[in-house]
């Protein structure tokens, strides 16, 4: 009799599920919703079955009657969990808002799937790019300038006026640029400034060097503006050099403090090796004969004479020597720079338009086409104007 009452009880339980489930069912279908109606199908497929299995129970009961009793607690309970399950869903669906976007559409169906949804291992990430090795740097050129140069001034040290002195640069060229990664000053045999010494400190650094062919093949000089300054302490000093100007100071204000001020040339002496920009390759050199002369003129008709034209690096402009019967008749002024164009690493004209007054060199023109060069100055004794002509058959250095 009490497996008749749990039988019983048990499919009143499910009838009343069923009523719900029609209810649920009218209400889907009058909001004709497509996903719900499916869900409400499955879920009718899963009472279904949860009523073959009543009746197998029912029919087991049956069948032991009489004999031993065999506990239904568990899978009854098992049954009635698995009905209360749906029976949630079903509420579920009832209650929550329409989807109003795929988008929102959740992976699976909620409730108890038929089967479980096998988890997805996450998508690996993707391995890094390896870096573009870096292009292969061009080896710098190197070359040692000197300088010879002397004392014009010194206190803090026992440097007398006229005392020698030497600065040594270590050059580094990449061809469009030169750098200085070492100068060093000694006076009297005495170091008084190395970039090596330790900094206890601040550094104000600049430098900059410009290169030019010297007057024999394979050779190149060089000028330079140079300043290490800044309050320190220490062994290093401080310095500032300009061969273009042609003075120097190198002092120290911590003891023991000195000053020493010096005159140096506007060149170095000759490097031989390669040139260390490769605007220097495209150097033009030729000889050649003053062919007229006027006024006070420091040329003489005849006289030899050789042209040396440098491109620098600023674009346009040129180092332009022209020396005529031993004297340097173009560039001893100042620095020689001159305005000229180049083609093809060709330098075809020269051109400067100032004279000594104005620009501390005769003003002169040059057209490598016809080879005629012409030099004009105006000087206290008046106005003086020579011509020269480059030697045929020469060709210019590379």
Partial sequence: ??????????????????????TAKRELEDQRDDDRTARVAQLERQMADARRLLDQLGRELDQVRGRPRRSLFVPVLAIIAGLGICTSVAAYLLVRP??????????????VPDTAPVPMDPAPEPAPT????????????????????????????????????????????????????????????????????PLNGTSMFSSGVEEDSGAAPGTHVYAISYEDKGDRTGERAEVSLDSIRKVGAVWRDSAPAYRVELK???????VKGEPLLDATGTA??????????????PAKVGAQCTLRVSPLA???????????????????????????????DQVVRVH????????????????????????????ASGTWTASVQLDPGAKQDR
Avoid at 98 to 111: I, M, N
Avoid at 164 to 170: F, G, I, K, L, R
Wanted: glycine share 10%; proline share 8%.
């Fill in 1 to 22: 009799m009490h497996y008749r009452d749990e039988r019983d009880a048990l499919r009143g339980r499910v009838d009343s599920l069923q009523e719900q489930l029609a």
């Fill in 98 to 111: 329409a989807p109003e976007a795929a988008d929102d559409a959740v992976p699976y169906a909620v409730g």
């Fill in 130 to 197: 390896p870096a573009a090795p870096a292009p292969d740097e061009a080896p710098a050129r190197t070359a040692t300038a000197t300088w010879k140069a002397a004392v014009t001034r010194a206190t803090g040290l026992p440097l007398a006026a006229g005392a020698t002195c030497t600065v040594e640069a270590q050059l580094a060229g990449s061809g469009d640029k030169i750098r200085v990664p070492a100068l060093q000053i000694v006076c009297g045999g005495t170091p008084i400034y190395s970039s090596s010494d």
């Fill in 264 to 270: 140096l040339p506007y060149q170095s002496a000759p």
């Fill in 284 to 297: 033009l050199r030729r000889t050649a004969r003053v062919t007229a002369s006027s006024g006070p003129s």
């Fill in 314 to 344: 600023r674009p346009g402009k040129c180092l332009t020597r022209l020396e005529c019967g031993g004297r340097m008749l173009y560039g001893a002024g100042t620095t020689g720079v001159s305005e000229c164009t180049v083609e093809q």
């Fill in 352 to 379: 400067d338009g100032n004279t000594s007054r104005d620009g501390g060199d005769p003003a002169l023109d040059l057209d490598v086409a016809t080879g005629k060069i012409t030099v004009r100055d105006e000087v």
